[in-house]
């Protein structure tokens, strides 16, 4: 139905940046809101950023001012960018679309991508 696919974790040092991306395909009428999650070891899975069809964004405390998400609807894709990185960043991140199909709406998960901060 929906098939989101990561890209760009990897290992930083600390102040450094990476930029993540999530492209989704598959049968879907529509996509509304995209947004990054992150599970480090032994912690629950949390938001990171959100973005909704028409631009409007939400971040997590951690991160603001350090983080950016954005998306090109035309592509199905959702972009995260993460500048100034801390080694409490270290985490996997998950990708995270809300989408229709046929007449539900559901929300569906990347595969997850490590992104590694060292100090």
């Known amino acids: 139905q929906v098939q989101l696919v990561e890209s760009g974790g990897g290992l930083v040092q600390a102040g450094g940046s990476l930029r993540l991306s999530c492209a989704a395909s598959?049968?879907?009428?529509?996509?509304?809101?995209m947004g990054w999650y992150r599970q480090a070891p032994e912690n629950q899975r949390e938001l990171v950023a959100t973005?909704?069809?028409?631009?409007?964004?939400s971040y997590a405390n951690s991160v603001k001012g350090r983080f950016t998400i954005s998306r090109d609807n035309a592509k199905n894709t959702v972009y995260l960018q993460m500048n100034s990185l801390k080694p409490e960043d270290t985490a996997v991140y998950y990708c995270?679309?809300?989408?229709?199909?046929?007449?539900?709406?559901?929300?569906?998960w990347g595969q997850g991508t490590q992104v590694t901060v060292s100090s």
């Open positions: 973005i909704t069809a028409d631009g409007n964004t």
């Open positions: 598959g049968r879907f009428r529509s996509i509304n809101a």
């Open positions: 995270n679309a809300r989408a229709r199909v046929f007449l539900t709406v559901a929300d569906y």
